[in-house]
C-alpha cells in the first residue's frame, strides 16, 4: 500500500513556473532540518529547550510543528505543510493553514526558503501556488498573513499577490509588530494568477480531508 491510499494528502502537487509543491513527509524532515535558514522567524511561543543552541531548538520546532499539523489534523482546523522543491532540489517549505476553516473558510500561510533560493521571485510563487488550491478546489473565501513590519520580502510577496493591509499588533512574547494583511476570494480571482499554477491530485478523498467540496 502506498502513502497516499493511506493519506490522500500526499497525492496533491502544485506546480509553477520554477517549482513543484507536494505535501511535506516525515522522510523529508531530516534534509529539511540540514538546509534550514539561520535566520527563520520561528513562533516566539513555540517550546524552547535550554539544552539545546539556537540551532537545534529551531530544528526541533520544525519537526514538532509537522507532526503536530499531522497527528491534529481535523476538517475544522488543520495546516498542510508543503515541501517546496527546484529541479527535484528541496530549497524550502510553504504551509497553507486553515485554523477555523468549517466557520470562516479562511485560509493563513507561512513559509522559508534557503538563504540561496532568495531573490528569484520563488517566494510569490510558491504562495501564489497555494492560494491557487485555497481559492480554487477548496472554495476558501479570504486569506490573510501577517510578519513583522521588517520583514520587508514577506510583506513584499503579500503586495504583490494583491493582499491589503489591515492592521497592526503586537507579539507578546518578543513585542515585536506585526502587520497584517488580507486577500479576498474576488481580488485572487480578477488578478489571473491561478493560470499560471498547475494543482493536481485533488480527488474526492483528499477534498473528505478537508470536509468535502469547497463552494468555489
Same mark, same amino acid.
Given at each position: 500500500m502506498r502513502l497516499v491510499d493511506v493519506w490522500p494528502l500526499h497525492g496533491l502537487r502544485l506546480t509553477t513556473a520554477d517549482l513543484e509543491l507536494r505535501p511535506t513527509t516525515e522522510a523529508e524532515l531530516p534534509q529539511l532540518c540540514t538546509i534550514l535558514p #539561520?535566520?527563520?522567524? *520561528?513562533?516566539? @511561543? @513555540? *517550546? =524552547?529547550?535550554a539544552g539545546l543552541d539556537d540551532r537545534a531548538n529551531h530544528r526541533a520546532i520544525? @519537526? &514538532? #510543528?509537522?507532526? =503536530?499539523?499531522?497527528?491534529t489534523w481535523s476538517t475544522h482546523d488543520w495546516v498542510v505543510p508543503f515541501a517546496v522543491r527546484h529541479d527535484g532540489e528541496l530549497v524550502g517549505m &510553504?504551509?497553507?493553514?486553515?485554523?477555523?476553516?468549517t466557520s470562516d473558510r479562511t485560509v493563513d500561510s507561512w513559509s522559508w526558503l534557503t538563504t540561496d533560493s532568495r531573490g528569484r521571485g520563488w517566494g510569490k510563487q510558491m504562495r501564489a501556488a497555494v492560494l491557487a488550491l485555497a481559492f480554487g478546489s477548496l472554495g476558501a473565501r479570504t486569506a490573510i498573513s501577517s510578519a513583522v513590519i521588517d520583514n520587508v520580502s514577506s510583506l513584499g510577496v503579500s503586495r504583490s499577490l494583491g493582499y491589503r493591509e489591515t492592521h497592526v499588533s503586537v507579539l507578546e512574547h518578543s513585542g515585536q509588530t506585526l502587520r497584517h494583511v488580507r486577500l479576498d476570494r474576488d481580488a485572487w480571482q480578477a488578478s489571473g494568477l491561478a %493560470?499560471?499554477?498547475?494543482?493536481?491530485?485533488? %480527488?474526492p478523498a483528499t477534498l473528505a480531508l478537508f470536509g468535502g467540496a469547497g463552494d468555489a
Open positions: #539561520s535566520d527563520l522567524e *520561528t513562533d516566539p @511561543a @513555540a *517550546t =524552547r529547550y520544525l @519537526a &514538532q #510543528s509537522y507532526w =503536530r499539523a499531522m497527528g &510553504q504551509a497553507l493553514e486553515g485554523p477555523d476553516w %493560470d499560471e499554477i498547475v494543482v493536481e491530485g485533488v %480527488d
